[in-house]
């Protein structure tokens, strides 16, 4: 096989031949998006939390919705229009934005803060009883 017959195969080629029924899961990860606006951490803060920090200066905690749908996480920005301020600069970044996460079974959002200009987002994995392994006695 030469170098151009393997660029045509996409890896969405390759998942559908080897997995049946996951076309969702294909079409998500085909949809994602490089776009790193706004600048933000995902952070490991416990076996079971996690938290995700956005720096969001020149905007407001009303200036931001956060919302959870099917597990996927989605924050979206819509800066104040403020038409008093006439720039000569402006290069601290304040456009509209929308950015998604998709989150792993029996993740939760546990809260949401808003202070110095950093969204902080908290995480708790919350795994039913019934789900937990157990250990089984022999008698």
């Known amino acids: 096989m030469n170098t151009k017959e393997l660029a045509r195969i996409t890896s969405?080629?390759?998942?559908?031949?080897?997995?049946?029924?996951?076309?969702?899961?294909?079409?998500h990860l085909s949809s994602l998006q490089s776009n790193n606006y706004p600048p933000h951490n995902i952070i490991i803060t416990g076996d079971d939390t996690r938290s995700i920090e956005f720096a969001l200066a020149g905007f407001q905690r009303y200036d931001v919705d956060i919302t959870v749908e099917d597990d996927v996480l989605t924050v979206s920005g819509e800066p104040?229009?403020?038409?008093d301020k006439i720039y000569v600069h402006q290069g601290i970044a304040s456009r509209s934005f929308?950015?998604?996460f998709s989150l792993?079974?029996?993740w939760e959002i546990d809260s949401a803060e808003f202070s110095n200009g950093i969204l902080t987002?908290?995480?708790?994995?919350?795994?039913?009883?019934a789900k937990k392994p157990k250990q089984i006695e022999i008698k």
């Open 98 to 100: 929308t950015k998604q």
């Open 12 to 27: 969405a080629d390759i998942f559908n031949r080897q997995f049946i029924g996951f076309d969702r899961i294909v079409d």
């Open 121 to 129: 987002i908290l995480l708790k994995q919350e795994i039913p009883e």
């Open 80 to 83: 104040a229009a403020d038409e």
């Open 104 to 106: 792993a079974e029996y």
